[in-house]
Nanobody, 125 residues
Framework: QVQLVETGGGSVQPGGSLRLSCAVSGRPFEMLTIAWFRQAPGKEREFVAA????????YYADSVKGRCAISRDDAKNTVDLQLFSVKPGDTAVYSC??????????????????WGQGTQVTVSS
C-alpha cells in the first residue's frame, strides 16, 4: 500500500500562484510515478501533471502547460505542484496519485492505483 497526503490547498486570487505538496510513503519512492489530478464541481476528474518513475520525466495537461511545474524530492519523498497565473477555472479538488507504471498517465488505460484524500483549491477574488 502507498499512502499519499496532500497539503497546501486554500483560496487564491486570480493571477496568483499556488503550491501543493504530496507526501508519499509505503513503497520506495523512486519506484513510483506521482501524478496530480483535479476535479471541479460537476466535471470529470482531469489529469494535471505527473513526474514519472525511472527518469523523472514530467508531463503536463494542455490546460496548465506553461504555467505549471511539478517537482519531486527523492530525499523527502514529496512531489510539489506549482500553478501560476491561476484562473477561476483552476478551482477544484486537487489529488495526488501514485502508480508503478511509467510514462504519461493520460495514456494509461486506468487510473493510478493509490490516491490521497485531496485538497480544495478555490480561485476567487
Amino acid at each position: 500500500q502507498v499512502q499519499l497526503v496532500e497539503t497546501g490547498g486554500g483560496s487564491v486570487q486570480p493571477g496568483g500562484s499556488l503550491r501543493l505538496s504530496c507526501a508519499v510513503s509505503g513503497r520506495p519512492f523512486e519506484m513510483l510515478t506521482i501524478a496530480w489530478f483535479r476535479q471541479a464541481p460537476g466535471k470529470e476528474r482531469e489529469f494535471v501533471a505527473a513526474s514519472s518513475r525511472i527518469d523523472s520525466t514530467t508531463y503536463y495537461a494542455d490546460s496548465v502547460k506553461g504555467r505549471c511545474a511539478i517537482s519531486r524530492d527523492d530525499a523527502k519523498n514529496t512531489v510539489d505542484l506549482q500553478l501560476f497565473s491561476v484562473k477561476p477555472g483552476d478551482t477544484a479538488v486537487y489529488s495526488c496519485a501514485a502508480d508503478v507504471r511509467w510514462g504519461p498517465p493520460a495514456d494509461w488505460h486506468s487510473l493510478p492505483s493509490w490516491w490521497g484524500q485531496g485538497t480544495q483549491v478555490t480561485v476567487s477574488s
